[in-house]
């Protein structure tokens, strides 16, 4: 069984609609696939509609935190959308979002890079707009070679000359929330240095003291050595373990299916969730 749990779509940074993501998925011979765009649910329902035969869909969002200056990043499985206080939450997020890009794209222009807001809107789309977009702006103007080169202090990484700070969740918060609406929290690429600055352990101890589930551990960014300090350190704290591609379409080089969930951690993820139940497919449609 191949179960990838973390990719986006159009409806945050991906470049492929919900639709064409779980198709993709089922092609490339997944059978579980969570659709985790940040901070939005928004599109569960056209990925649901598509989903084809074989290809069970895990509902998702990746949260948006921040702890003492430290960004993070929190998975979100199988939580009630409906639930109002996560619901707020999200919104004030995603409400942000345009402000923040709009200060980014400032900052770049007076370190006299030509980007418009105009171009990042139009690659963002209907969209949550956020620096991946901004990256691909960069890419087109040739100031970067690919997305990925603009996560650093030169550019849009955390603390860099064009990084503009947004409304994010505290980590806590966000996990008490979660559970309120019934859904499992995994703490994505923990260990992901080259994004800026990470959580120390001791961090991640006290958020699993807290209710937190589990650390992403096969991931692109975490090389080998990472990858098994962080599975001692899961060890250790009693957190699941999981791995994903961390898909977005053309936007990264990574794949659907890169990285894997073990079948038996999915299972200990859909036995802790109340909040909503994977979505086994039942041969999409196929215009959805």
């Given at each position: 069984?191949?179960?990838?749990?973390?990719?986006?779509?159009?409806?945050?940074?991906?470049?492929?609609?919900?639709?064409?993501?779980?198709?993709?998925?089922?092609?490339?011979?997944?059978?579980?696939?969570?659709?985790?765009?940040?901070?939005?649910?928004?599109?569960?329902?056209?990925?649901?509609?598509?989903?084809?035969?074989?290809?069970?869909?895990?509902?998702?969002?990746?949260?948006?935190?921040?702890?003492?200056?430290?960004?993070?990043?929190?998975?979100?499985?199988?939580?009630?959308?409906?639930?109002?206080?996560?619901?707020?939450?999200?919104?004030?997020?995603?409400?942000?979002?345009?402000?923040?890009?709009?200060?980014?794209?400032?900052?770049?222009?007076?370190?006299?890079?030509?980007?418009?807001?105009?171009?990042?809107?139009?690659?963002?789309?209907?969209?949550?707009v956020g620096r991946p977009h901004i990256a691909q702006a960069l890419v087109e103007l040739g100031v970067v070679p690919d997305v990925s080169g603009a996560f650093t202090t030169e550019w849009l990484a955390d603390g860099g000359r064009a990084?503009?700070?947004?409304?994010?969740?505290?980590?806590?918060?966000?996990?008490?929330?979660?559970?309120?609406?019934?859904?499992?929290?995994?703490f994505a690429h923990p260990a992901a240095v080259k994004r800026g600055q990470t959580a120390p352990d001791s961090v991640i101890a006290d958020l699993t003291a807290y209710g937190l589930d589990g650390i992403e551990v096969d991931h692109m960014?975490?090389?080998?050595?990472?990858?098994?300090?962080?599975?001692?350190?899961?060890?250790?704290?009693?957190?699941?373990?999981?791995?994903?591609?961390?898909?977005?379409?053309?936007?990264?080089?990574?794949?659907?299916?890169?990285?894997?969930?073990?079948?038996?951690?999915?299972?200990?993820?859909?036995?802790?969730?109340?909040?909503?139940?994977?979505?086994?497919?039942?041969?999409?449609?196929?215009?959805?």
């Amino acid at each position: 069984m191949r179960i990838d749990l973390h990719t986006h779509s159009t409806a945050s940074d991906g470049t492929d609609t919900p639709a064409e993501l779980v198709r993709r998925a089922a092609a490339t011979g997944l059978d579980v696939v969570a659709l985790t765009d940040h901070d939005t649910t928004r599109g569960h329902a056209e990925a649901i509609a598509a989903l084809p035969e074989g290809l069970t869909l895990v509902t998702g969002a990746e949260l948006s935190c921040r702890l003492n200056g430290v960004g993070m990043h929190l998975l979100a499985y199988l939580f009630d959308p409906a639930e109002p206080e996560l619901a707020r939450e999200m919104e004030l997020v995603r409400d942000d979002r345009v402000p923040r890009a709009r200060a980014m794209v400032a900052k770049l222009q007076e370190r006299g890079v030509p980007v418009t807001w105009e171009r990042v809107a139009a690659i963002a789309g209907d969209g949550s707009v956020g620096r991946p977009h901004i990256a691909q702006a960069l890419v087109e103007l040739g100031v970067v070679p690919d997305v990925s080169g603009a996560f650093t202090t030169e550019w849009l990484a955390d603390g860099g000359r064009a990084y503009v700070e947004k409304h994010e969740l505290d980590p806590f918060k966000a996990i008490r929330l979660v559970k309120e609406a019934g859904g499992v929290t995994v703490f994505a690429h923990p260990a992901a240095v080259k994004r800026g600055q990470t959580a120390p352990d001791s961090v991640i101890a006290d958020l699993t003291a807290y209710g937190l589930d589990g650390i992403e551990v096969d991931h692109m960014d975490h090389d080998e050595p990472t990858r098994a300090r962080l599975r001692g350190l899961a060890a250790d704290l009693g957190l699941l373990t999981t791995g994903s591609s961390d898909y977005h379409g053309t936007r990264k080089t990574c794949a659907l299916g890169d990285h894997t969930t073990d079948p038996e951690i999915f299972g200990e993820i859909t036995r802790r969730a109340a909040g909503a139940f994977p979505v086994p497919g039942a041969g999409g449609r196929v215009d959805a």
